[in-house]
């Protein structure tokens, strides 16, 4: 992949944190985001810097608009344009068909659904050229239903569609 410009949600730590490290490098600028790692997000920026990677670190909580809106700010301030968004961060918490709240399903919807939505919508109005890519991951979950992690696996499923 070609990007320079890179956005990845949730990319601080496990496979945001990878997907990081195998795009960077010279003449690359990536921002990312997270919530709660914010240790893990500067030792990545340390890492990824050494390798004459430009990073941008911001935090936020994907459930909130008013955070998107910052992220997306930021984003714009810092990149000027974009030509790679990961959307990777998500929340994952258990809960069943048979004890899910409305506060878990509309948390879960938000994270995982609602704001890749709003941070596609706005990655599509700031790409300069024509190789732009918007990545998406989902989960095993969607392909192998079980009863557990009902409100994720809804979410995560409206993500792969």
């Not at 010279?26 to 997000?41: Q, T, V």
Request: proline share 2%; hydrophobic share 40%.
């Amino acid at each position: 992949m070609e990007a320079r410009k890179i956005i990845i949600t949730g990319g601080a730590t496990r496979m945001g944190a990878a997907i990081a490290r195998k795009l960077s490098g010279p003449n690359k600028e990536i921002l990312i985001h997270y919530n709660k790692s914010k240790l893990n997000a500067e030792k990545l920026k340390k890492e990824l810097s050494s390798k004459d990677t430009k990073v941008y670190l911001v935090k936020g909580d994907l459930s909130k608009e008013a955070d998107i809106k910052k992220i997306i700010n930021f984003a714009k301030s810092k990149l000027k344009f974009f030509d790679c968004l990961v959307n990777n961060a998500s929340l994952f918490e258990n809960d069943k068909l048979e004890n899910f709240s409305l506060d878990s399903w509309s948390k879960h919807l938000r994270t995982n659904l609602r704001a890749p939505a709003l941070l596609t919508k706005e990655f599509a109005k700031n790409v300069k050229g024509k190789n732009n890519n918007i990545i998406n991951i989902i989960d095993q979950r969607v392909f192998k239903l079980t009863p557990y992690f009902f409100s994720y696996t809804l979410s995560k499923t409206g993500l792969y569609t």
